[in-house]
T-cell receptor
Framework: AAGVIQSPRHLIKEKRETATLKCYPI?????VYWYQQGPGQDPQFLIS???????DKGSIPDRFSAQQFSDYHSELNMSSLELGDSALYFC?????????????FGQGTRLTVV | QQQVKQSPQSLIVQKGGIPIINCAYE??????FPWYQQFPGKGPALLIA?????SEKKEGRFTISFNKSAKQFSLHIMDSQPGDSATYFC?????????????FGTGTRLQVTL
């Protein structure tokens, strides 16, 4: 079965650079979530999209922005990178219909800022 | 402030033992409580989930017990195996129309020894 695909799997950037993370949800899933997980931490919700519109926002810095495109894939854009942005970034997708509740996670993108 | 409190932080059991991981929440708007299993460098994988109108759910060796009045829920792993060694996260979801967001507990690192 198709899963959530994230790219790239690993990314190394320097301070003050920009990074773009991509997420391809499970086919027919209409909702995408982004999470940030620091070393030894629990995943922290950043932002979500439903049908290409932002549906909820968590602790996402102003330096970050995201969007969901017409094919439902999503991109997380991160600018002016800081050392503290080094983390695993997970994307998850779900189908937002009555009775459907599961969110499935991708393998994540490991971002290292040096 | 951690909306979903999880304990213990780490747990070591022998093969065949029954580790129990506990979670507590305050927000009565949560309507769905999944457990995720995460191996190092991998994305969280949905293990089992429960709705607040059910007191217990069992899937294979995994059982969720849910106490709505106490706002607590727990994961039991029967006949634990070394392959169960992973980090386990409880989570809780709030759904508001088209928006839903998972809030994670802080995680429990489980080690199952031979």
């Amino acid at each position: 079965a198709a899963g959530v695909i994230q790219s790239p799997r690993h990314l190394i950037k320097e301070k003050r650079e920009t990074a773009t993370l991509k997420c391809y949800p499970i086919p027919r899933h209409d909702t995408v979530y982004w999470y940030q997980q620091g070393p030894g931490q629990d995943p922290q919700f950043l932002i979500s999209f439903y049908e290409k519109m932002q549906s909820d926002k968590g602790s996402i810095p102003d330096r970050f922005s995201a969007q969901q495109f017409s094919d439902y894939h999503s991109e997380l854009n991160m600018s002016s990178l800081e050392l503290g942005d080094s983390a695993l970034y997970f994307c998850a997708s779900s189908l937002n219909v009555l009775g459907s509740t599961e969110a499935f996670f991708g393998q994540g993108t490991r971002l290292t800022v040096v | 402030q951690q909306q979903v409190k999880q304990s213990p932080q780490s747990l070591i059991v022998q093969k065949g033992g029954i580790p129990i991981i506990n979670c507590a929440y305050e927000n009565t708007a949560f309507d769905y409580f999944p457990w995720y299993q995460q191996f190092p460098g991998k994305g969280p994988a949905l293990l089992i989930a429960i709705r607040p109108d059910v007191s217990e759910k069992k899937e294979g060796r995994f059982t969720i017990s849910f106490n709505k009045s106490a706002k607590q829920f727990s994961l039991h792993i029967m006949d634990s195996q070394p392959g169960d060694s992973a980090t386990y996260f409880c989570a809780a979801r709030v759904s508001t129309g088209t928006a839903s967001k998972l809030t994670f507990g802080t995680g429990t690192r489980l080690q199952v020894t031979l």
